[in-house]
């Protein structure tokens, strides 16, 4: 098969373990007999530092016709301490979110046998852990109308959700539970909020379409302690925007891996696929980031956006070896053993493979 | 000295926890000479259950003529499943903050040391924490404009926050900082809330009243990671009242001592004094919860609302007693070892005082 995958290497670390994702993409097309055309493209501080802005047309264009996106990380501390500068690497991918309408972000949260030490819960807390996160990523309070009044003394910031916005990402959430373990938690705060008394009364007059699923509906402070307490009670979860950006965080420090958790994000055109992990500035250019969450979302593309299963599980089982062997970043090296480079992981991998 | 205290039991476990918070609350007082009027009133199911309304009137007027509320919990299953029932509990609790303009809920978490093994975290990672929250209870998109448009198929919610209303939280989170070790850390998400920009430029210009405390100012999705992470790597953190909810819930369990942990609502009347866990209606009535949140929470009473140090201080060195020798309920009981009943615990505690 042939595909074209639109290459947004950001800022910090972004285009360091996104080299080493091609470099691993390119090998496992090459065993499997595909051809990859990768077109590179800005976004982030460098697209503003290039072109003004940081999610210029032609990053779009690029990613409208591309058969997936891989992104690596954006930010740069320069804009990191003024969050009302004019204009801030973060609103690229808020566009982009928007424009690519990618309506929602995939989260696994899962644990590496060999890693399970790392977790800062106990072994007992976090063994057997395989959860994911649905995120709604196009709606709510990120997207609603916000401002001042008063002459800059009020700030309002609106959210709003339409059932059809529910619908859609209840509808991945119900699909993917059902080719899991059928439990799909729905997180709200149905007894403040009105938008998600909309998100209640919608996934409820959806149980009926997949009897199989056992739905819970769970209210978001309690979902952020249990997270802590009991995390593999979890299987699939589905939330709006702003819980799921706090949720999926805490949930990716929980499993000791959080330097290798891979993400989508898909919706109504070209899907995403991206380490969840920021731009790290402090270690670009030193060749020591972890680029194994970002080969791990190209094995996610292979999976999910081509259909490509064996593809993928080459690259899990690959990077699986590598973890055993201790092949690994500074960031996953034990104290007093050796820590390999950026570009060392990524040879490694591909001689592997 | 005298007191008169409202005596709000609320629901389930409420009365029991209540009842030992009085016994030890009344010791005190006899040891040190002060006297104290209870004066009980009705909140949540069971004042909807006896008046229609979950905090009546005439609870709201004993509490404002009181010098201290002592809250137990509300809440009740039959209540639960339905969020869009024109009466619920939780708007008794809602109206209650209002109405005594209760702005700033102050959330301590805390280790025990004889507890410490009971944290889901590993004991380096929690040893040593000693952190508080303090979360704006009266504003933000708890109490903003919600809705329903286009015929119920559009939900909103505004999120609305005066300049005032920032600057009357941080004012306390200054002073307490100032009591404490001079660290302060502002959550918000002020690269996507204009609310959150409001916070953030309305605590950056109070630091120059307060030169000797340190400022740090971190995304919410951050804190949600770093509490899990490094809980002792903070000291005091203000938020706004959705960030706070599902915060100080999520640290709440990280100490391992939830049962144990205390809450004051202050503002601009009455000061309320809470255990931050829920009415365990699964409990109630059998004499088994734990008293002694409820029992700290009075504690933090003497010594906030009264400035009675001395005798905060005695009842938390009887608690910590109680826990050394195992005198606790079952929830903290070692497998094997005999569980006291909340009775039990609280005629332990007013013999030993
Ligand atoms: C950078 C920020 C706007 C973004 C978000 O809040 O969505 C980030 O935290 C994320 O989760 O991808
Ligand atoms: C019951 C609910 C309305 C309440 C809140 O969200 O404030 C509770 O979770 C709390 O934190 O006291």
């Known amino acids: 098969m042939k595909f074209n995958i639109a290459l947004l290497a950001g800022d910090g670390i972004g285009p360091e373990v996104i080299n080493e994702a091609v470099k691993v993409s390119d090998a496992i097309a090459k065993k499997f007999n595909h051809e990859i055309t990768w077109t590179p493209a800005l976004t982030g501080a460098c697209a503003i530092d290039a072109v003004g802005v940081p999610y210029p047309d032609e990053t779009h264009e690029v990613c409208m016709k591309a058969d997936a996106v891989l992104f690596g990380a954006i930010g740069h501390p320069k804009y990191d301490n003024d969050p009302s500068a004019p204009v801030r690497p973060e609103q690229g ?15 696994p949260t899962f644990t590496f046998p060999s890693l399970i030490d790392n977790s800062p819960l106990k072994r007992e807390r976090i063994e057997g852990t395989d959860l994911v ?5 196009t709606g709510g309070i990120y997207f609603g109308e916000k401002g001042r009044r008063d002459g800059g003394e009020t700030a309002f910031d609106n959210c709003v959700y339409t059932r059809a916005e529910v619908q859609r990402l209840a509808k991945k959430g119900f699909e993917l539970a059902m080719t899991r373990s059928k439990k799909l938690c729905c997180v709200d705060k149905a007894n403040v909020l009105e938008t998600s008394r909309l998100w209640r009364e919608t996934v409820q007059a959806m149980e009926k379409d997949y009897p199989e699923v056992t739905v819970s509906y769970e209210f978001v402070d309690a979902v952020a302690m249990r997270l802590v307490q009991w995390p593999n ?11 799921g950006d706090i949720l999926t965080d805490e949930a990716s420090v929980i499993s000791g ?21 920021g731009s790290y500035p402090q270690a670009t250019g030193l060749n020591i980031a972890n680029p194994l969450a970002t080969i791990l ?3 996610m593309m292979f999976e999910d956006a081509f259909g490509l299963k064996d593809e993928a599980e080459a690259i899990r089982a690959v990077v699986n070896k590598s973890l055993e062997q201790g092949i690994v970043t500074e960031d996953l090296a034990p104290k007093g053993s050796k820590a390999y480079k950026t570009s060392e992981v990524g040879d490694w991998l591909v001689a592997n493979l």
């Open 133 to 137: 996160f649905l995120r709604e990523l």
């Open 297 to 299: 979302s190209a094995a």
């Open 93 to 107: 991918l808020l566009l982009m979110r928007k424009k690519l309408g990618l309506f929602a972000n995939v989260r």
């Open 257 to 277: 891996s959080m330097g290798l958790m891979p993400s989508a994000s898909v919706g109504e055109h070209t899907s995403l696929y991206e380490p969840i992990h």
């Open 233 to 243: 009670s979890y299987d699939v979860l589905i939330t709006e925007n702003l819980f």
